[in-house]
């Protein structure tokens, strides 16, 4: 199998709403378009050792915590700052879907982030606070470009990502993949880590699955990526499937994340 990886999303790490920051989905690479990454450097029984500590470093850059620290254990972040915005994008729009769904009337969804309302008139945050219960209640292109009018900056996939894990954390991890994966298409060369993670997120996030399994599921990938393992190796169907798909993107996560309006 010929592991490809594509180029990252258009734009770096926008943080939905607010000034500074980012999300998981500004760092994704553009469905359409495709690129070179370099693959983890095969390696022989002679470099086991380095193997392992390569692995391991890889696996530590998915930054798979971030799903545990949104359940509610910050703690996890250690006073990292990205780790700490990334988890609470994912609550700031669980606060979004409990203003919309009416379990919470003491904040409109504008609230749900801070410093943002002040930004607009209160006939815009009118319609802001629509277009997103919309969106959160009926997911769909149309529904997406009806909030992006006002955010056309934030990128159609931090939608689909942020939507699709609200189905996770109502514990349906099926529904949350199915909505990344209908908007992405079939598992292929258009698939990058970033996408790879959120799906891994839905898993987590949902309780289907810790996320020290997820991690050594990926750490087999990566395995695979080096000739020590093989797909059917891993545990996860979904992941699983998305290594054997035929020209699969490589999981592996670049080496240094992008600088600018970063995490």
């Given at each position: 199998m010929r592991f490809r990886s594509c180029i990252m999303f258009i734009g770096v790490f926008v943080l939905m709403f607010i000034g500074t920051g980012g999300?998981?989905?500004?760092?994704?690479?553009?469905?359409?378009?495709?690129?070179?990454?370099?693959?983890?450097?095969?390696?022989?029984g002679s470099a086991g050792d380095q193997a392992t500590d390569q692995r391991q470093s890889v696996v530590?850059?998915?930054?798979?915590?971030?799903?545990?620290?949104?359940k509610g254990d910050l703690s996890l972040c250690l006073g990292e700052d990205k780790c700490i915005k990334q988890a609470e994008q994912i609550k700031s729009w669980v606060c979004t879907a409990s203003s919309c769904d009416g379990t919470d009337n003491s904040k409109k969804p504008i609230d749900c982030f801070e410093g943002f309302s002040s930004k607009y008139s209160k006939d815009i945050q009118d319609?802001?606070?629509?277009?997103?219960?919309?969106?959160?209640?009926?997911?769909?292109?149309?529904?997406?470009?009806?909030?992006l009018v006002y955010f056309p900056d934030l990128g159609e996939n931090y939608l689909v990502e942020h939507v699709a894990y609200l189905w996770a954390l109502k514990g349906s991890p099926d529904?949350?993949?199915?909505?990344?994966?209908?908007?992405?298409?079939?598992?292929?060369?258009?698939?990058?880590?970033f996408l790879y993670r959120m799906l891994s997120g839905c898993r987590i996030l949902a309780g289907e699955r810790k996320r020290e399994r997820e991690e050594k599921d990926f750490y087999t990938w990566f395995g695979v990526l080096q000739g020590l393992n093989k797909c059917s190796d891993i545990i996860s169907s979904?992941?699983?499937?998305a290594c054997s798909a035929p020209g699969a993107a490589s999981p592996v996560p670049p080496p240094v994340e992008p600088t600018g309006n970063t995490q």
């Open positions: 999300s998981i989905a500004g760092a994704q690479q553009d469905a359409g378009s495709q690129g070179s990454q370099p693959l983890m450097t095969p390696i022989d530590q850059r998915l930054e798979l915590k971030m799903y545990q620290a949104a319609k802001i606070n629509s277009a997103a219960c919309s969106l959160i209640q009926s997911p769909s292109a149309e529904t997406r470009k009806a909030l529904s949350c993949e199915d909505q990344i994966k209908n908007y992405v298409g079939a598992y292929g060369p258009q698939w990058n880590q979904e992941m699983r499937d």
